[in-house]
């Protein structure tokens, strides 16, 4: 991430929604979302779209509620990692 970027492109790009919701206890977390971006599944996996900052969290404001389902918030996870072993502990769960 590129600190030199203004706060609108922070905002534009979800970098700001990330940034705050990230923190110690659920680095594992955004980890596990990073190492998932750019994973190749075989054309057999199922998978799942995924909200990276759940919805019940981003529903306070229209903000919020725009990114919820923006590109920026979701990420394809196959549904053997969602039912893996420490999901819920990398989740915020």
């Known amino acids: ?16 929604w990330f940034l705050h919701f990230q923190n110690e206890y659920n680095q ?3 980890d596990f979302i ?14 799942h779209l995924h ?6 969290l981003l529903k306070s404001t229209p903000e919020e509620t725009y990114f919820c389902d ?3 918030n979701l990420i394809l996870i196959s549904i ?12 915020f769960c």
């Not at 991430?1 to 700001?16: P, V």
């Not at 990073?34 to 998978?47: F, G, L």
């Not at 053997?80 to 989740?91: F, L």
Request: charged content about 35%.
């Open 1 to 16: 991430m590129n600190d030199n970027k203004n706060f609108e492109t922070k905002w534009k790009e979800g970098e700001f």
């Open 28 to 30: 594992s977390y955004f």
């Open 34 to 47: 990073e190492s998932c971006k750019n994973k190749e599944y075989s054309e057999t996996a199922q998978m």
């Open 51 to 56: 909200h990276i900052i759940p919805k019940y």
């Open 70 to 72: 923006s590109r920026q």
């Open 80 to 91: 053997e990692e969602e039912r893996s072993d420490g999901y819920c502990a990398r989740n």
